[in-house]
């Protein structure tokens, strides 16, 4: 099987590049990656001489650049990781999201009509779904209804596979994942900025009051989720994946600092992102039973690799964090005040 994979130099993309050259010896990846802020060739060191593995670089935004990808190459699927991933910076400028997300999600899809790829796997989120309340859960029939702008560039993009898979009859497959975390997660993103900021003793900065409620999955189970989804999921199926963990953000900001042993005294209560989602919770009954995926990693076994994986590569998190984060970090939480009740 040969699979071109959109943004394979990213944090998943990365993850799931190493999980199917590692997993499944007749599968040959092509990364495709625009190598973004976010995209980091260092993802894949030790792959260089690897056979079954090759970079190119180009925009999926860029019909060109998605052409030359794929003429003549005879791929058997997509995997479309590809995207802007950060709500934060969404919230900013919107733009790049609907570029890469949502136009970049369109050119994939006609390139596969094009060129006769059998298979495209959009990897979405359980953010389309919006916001829960204090209980309940999200299925892959609750309604889409994003509340941030890249929420929204996800559910645009969820739509036009689908609308590819019922118009043009294109082999689609849409998994929404809940939150990822693990080794190579750019550290814009909760748990690597908390560990990277307790390891320099710099403030923790927990927006609000601290109770938004995310669903935590290791980024390795949800490789082989996707894995499953790829080889086995009717076209047009829709997938939820998560890690069956909801926890409150200030718990896993406080289990962190007990794993990288510094005080509590480093939390910071700083003003609310707008419209954050309240709680995410995921029901992945349909992809347990269809497919007889679980995740194998405990929460707190998985948050203690990240954290000795980080731990371990020093000179990652500080590239990582030189250069254009600076600046993002100092325009992002430089001027954000304390929480009112804070
Ligand atoms: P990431 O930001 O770490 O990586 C994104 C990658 O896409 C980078 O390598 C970047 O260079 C590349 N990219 C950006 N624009 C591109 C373009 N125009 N053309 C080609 N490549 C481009 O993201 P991630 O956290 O690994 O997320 C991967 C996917 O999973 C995304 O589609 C995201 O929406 C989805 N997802 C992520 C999470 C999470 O918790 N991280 C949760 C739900 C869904
Ligand atoms: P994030 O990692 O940005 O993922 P998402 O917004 O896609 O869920 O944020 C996870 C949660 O952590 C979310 O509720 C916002 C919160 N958060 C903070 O409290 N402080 C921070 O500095 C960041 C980046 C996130």
Known sequence: MRILVTGGAGFIGSNFVRYMLKMRPDVEVANFDALTYAGNLENLNGLENEPRYCFVKGSVASDEDVEKALAGKAFNAIVNFAAETHVDRSLTDVRPFIRTNVVGAQVLLDACRKHGVKRFLQVSTDEVYGSL?????????????????????????????????????????????????????????????????????????VYGDGLHTRDWLYAWDHCSAIDLVLRLAAPGSVYNIGGHKDVPNIEVVKLLLKLVGKPESLIRFVQDRPGHDRRYAMNCDRIRRDLGWLPAHSFEDALRATVKWYLDNPAWRARARSGEYQRYYEKMYGRRPPAKNG
């Open 133 to 205: 309340g204090p209980t309940g859960e999200f299925t892959e029939s609750s309604p889409i209804q994003p509340n941030n702008p890249y929420a929204a560039t996800k559910a645009s993009a969820d739509f036009l596979a689908r609308a590819a898979h019922k118009s043009h009859g294109l082999d689609v497959a849409i998994t929404r994942c809940s939150n990822n975390f693990g080794p190579y997660q750019f550290p814009e993103k909760l748990i690597p900025l908390m560990i990277a900021n307790a390891l320099e003793d710099k403030p923790l900065p």
